[in-house]
């Protein structure tokens, strides 16, 4: 099977993980007491966020040849990191929270289910563009990226039925104290990211281990002895 280069549909796949998520956002929000006037402001933030911490995470950690202001600026040229996008969006969701006095928390955790569905759409967008690929395989599960000219596995694919999996377990989880449904959501998926990496082409850049999986190792700790707070786990 042939994987065809696609940024326009990237595109496309990207803007409509922001609607979907958005309007999922806004119903969570909604079971949560929030304001749905102080959620839409919150939310163009939020893309700003995502798209900046996406870019920057992109130029140091994999991309120099092309400046940080044009990356920035220009939409239409490829590359980001999805963990760049949930920093960047959570640094400026904590600021507007922080600013406007409301429950940093509360906020984060009506965005978990987006978070996951956001992953389930966004990389069907990286199949098509053909980036974020696996290791080169000569299974049936393979398939030949034509920008590279070699088969591999999919690992975008794998990456995006976990994200809808991901969004599946959060959307029956009951309600719990502020916080711990985004946490959960950060820890599986840092877990998650950590181990699929072990199958990605992807730089290494520190005693074996991708800038993505130094992240996950981070966010694991983080979160464990988040839920060891709070849940005394």
């Known amino acids: 099977m042939v994987l065809y280069e696609s940024i326009g549909g990237y595109l ?3 803007s409509l ?3 979907v998520g958005g309007i999922i956002a806004a119903k969570e929000a909604k079971k949560r007491k929030i304001d749905i006037n102080k959620f839409l402001w919150i939310y163009p933030f939020l893309i700003l966020g995502a798209y900046v911490g996406a870019r920057v ?10 400046s940080l202001f044009r990356l920035l600026i220009d939409i239409r040229y490829p590359g980001g990191v ?11 969701g904590w600021i507007y929270t922080i600013i406007r006095k409301e429950n ?3 906020y984060a955790d009506s965005f978990a289910m987006a978070l996951a569905i956001g992953l389930f759409i966004g990389r069907i ?8 690929y696996g290791i080169n395989t000569t299974s049936i599960f393979g398939l030949f990226n034509i920008k590279t000219g070699v088969i591999h596995l999919p690992t975008q694919t794998i990456s995006s039925l976990f994200g809808l999996c991901l969004f599946v377990y959060l959307a029956y989880q009951k309600k719990l104290k502020d916080g711990m449904l985004f946490m959960d959501a950060v820890l599986i998926y840092s877990i998650f990211r950590f181990l699929i990496e072990f199958i990605r082409v992807i730089p290494k850049i520190y005693i074996g281990l991708s800038l993505s999986q130094l992240i996950s190792l981070g966010l694991i700790i983080f979160g464990l002895i988040f839920f060891y707070k709070n849940r005394k786990i």
């Open 12 to 14: 496309i796949l990207i």
């Open 17 to 19: 993980a922001i609607i």
């Open 57 to 66: 995470f992109y130029y140091f950690g994999f991309n120099k040849s092309v």
């Open 82 to 92: 999805f963990y760049g996008a949930i920093i960047g969006a959570f640094v400026f």
């Open 104 to 106: 940093t928390l509360r």
């Open 125 to 132: 967008g990286c199949f098509f563009h053909g980036c974020c």
